[in-house]
């Protein structure tokens, strides 16, 4: 069975996104059922849309920073109760039985994760999924997050992708007191990661090409912030880091940070650039210099980060939209035109397409 949904959709590459009526499953037994309050608009959602990845299978609704509230709970569910404040993430499902998935990383699941979008739906043969851009969103009760009480919902709702994605490998590479760290990009990624890295107690450098993020990168709690177009200032921070997250979505010189890189450093590439970075190997090699990939983080490791933030106070600085002002939104972000994360007030979504 299923019940008829609003969202808002991409019908092709090239089209702007507008409302769309589709159906999503009525609630199983171990389902929880989500009326969205909230949804982080992210630069993935950009290059779905328009298909930069070559992927996408179209309609496309995106979304999948989501904070709502409960409606309906399957019999089988017992971690949440209809009124509860929840939260979805970048997937909705996984195999659940490979070393990964056991391990609590399902989201390097070896038979592939189940993106919140454009993945063949599991429950609903035939039909892809639909993301946080629509009313309502039903979702595995082991694939649903709880929201700390004291954080806003709508400035916690891009947690579940920004907040994930830099937390994970802050942790996962063991970042702690005492360590230089340095974060490349002041955007909707490099926000989070200054915020986390200080909150962990590195020493934080921002690395931007941007003037104008100098005192901005200072307010979210960068220590020293540097123009990397500044070549003295750049050469002067040589074999000095521990580790590096590099946050940039863009083509740019990635061997500019491995340099800055002491013996046995750590580089973690989590912006995903739409064209490959091109790498000098022999600064990797002769200082011994680790250069590393990280996707968001698992179920357990999200809720970790979500009672962090809730434990300090940690949520992303926004700029909240309306429903019918995506198709700009999208333009602003690719000129770098926000500051850090739109989020879509999701009252404002048409009640019929």
């Given at each position: 069975m299923a019940f008829a949904c609003t969202g808002y959709a991409a019908q092709s590459a090239t089209t702007p996104l507008a409302p769309l009526s589709f159906q999503r499953r009525e609630t199983g037994p171990d389902d929880v059922r989500i009326e969205i309050l909230f949804c982080g608009v992210c630069h993935s959602d950009i290059h779905t849309a328009r298909n930069e990845w070559r992927s996408s299978v179209y309609p496309v609704i995106p979304g999948h920073e989501i904070v709502g509230r409960v409606t309906e709970v399957g019999q089988n569910v017992t971690n949440f109760k209809v009124g509860d404040i929840?939260?979805?993430?970048?997937?909705?499902?996984?195999?659940?039985?490979?070393?990964?998935?056991?391990?609590?990383e399902e989201q390097y699941c070896e038979v592939g994760m189940t993106g919140t979008y454009n993945d063949p739906d599991k429950d609903m043969p035939g039909q892809r999924t639909y993301g946080g851009y629509s009313k309502f969103i039903v979702v595995d009760k082991s694939f649903v997050l709880n929201i700390p009480k004291n954080l806003d919902l709508a400035a916690t709702?891009?947690?579940?992708?920004?907040?994930?994605?830099?937390?994970?490998?802050?942790?996962?590479?063991?970042?702690?007191?005492?360590?230089?760290?340095?974060?490349?990009?002041?955007?909707?990624?490099?926000?989070?990661?200054?915020?986390f890295a200080k909150a962990l107690g590195a020493d934080?450098?921002?690395?931007?090409?941007?003037?104008?993020k100098v005192e901005d990168g200072k307010r979210l709690g960068a220590h020293?912030?540097?123009?990397?177009?500044?070549?003295?200032?750049?050469?002067?921070?040589?074999?000095?880091?521990?580790?590096?997250?590099?946050?940039?979505?863009?083509?740019?010189?990635?061997n500019l940070y491995f340099n800055l890189l002491r013996r046995d450093g750590t580089l973690v590439q989590v912006g995903a650039p739409d064209e490959p970075l091109s790498v000098e190997v022999f600064s990797l090699i002769f200082p011994r210099r680790n250069f590393a990939g990280s996707l968001i983080g698992g179920i357990a490791e999200t809720q970790e980060m979500l009672n962090f933030c809730g434990e300090?106070?940690?949520?992303?600085?926004?700029?909240?939209?309306?429903?019918?002002?995506?198709?700009?939104?999208?333009?602003?972000i690719l000129a770098s035109k926000v500051k850090y994360r739109f989020v879509i007030d999701m009252s404002t979504l048409p009640e019929n397409a």
């Open positions: 929840a939260g979805v993430g970048c997937m909705v499902n996984s195999c659940r039985k490979c070393p990964s998935c056991l391990a609590g709702a891009p947690l579940l992708c920004a907040g994930i994605t830099t937390y994970s490998p802050l942790r996962h590479w063991k970042v702690s007191k005492g360590q230089k760290v340095g974060i490349v990009g002041l955007g909707g990624l490099g926000h989070m990661a200054v915020k934080v450098t921002l690395f931007t090409t941007s003037p104008s020293h912030v540097v123009i990397s177009k500044d070549e003295q200032a750049m050469k002067a921070l040589g074999r000095s880091f521990d580790f590096i997250l590099d946050a940039v979505a863009a083509p740019h010189d990635i300090h106070n940690i949520t992303a600085d926004i700029e909240m939209i309306r429903m019918d002002q995506i198709n700009d939104a999208y333009e602003k």
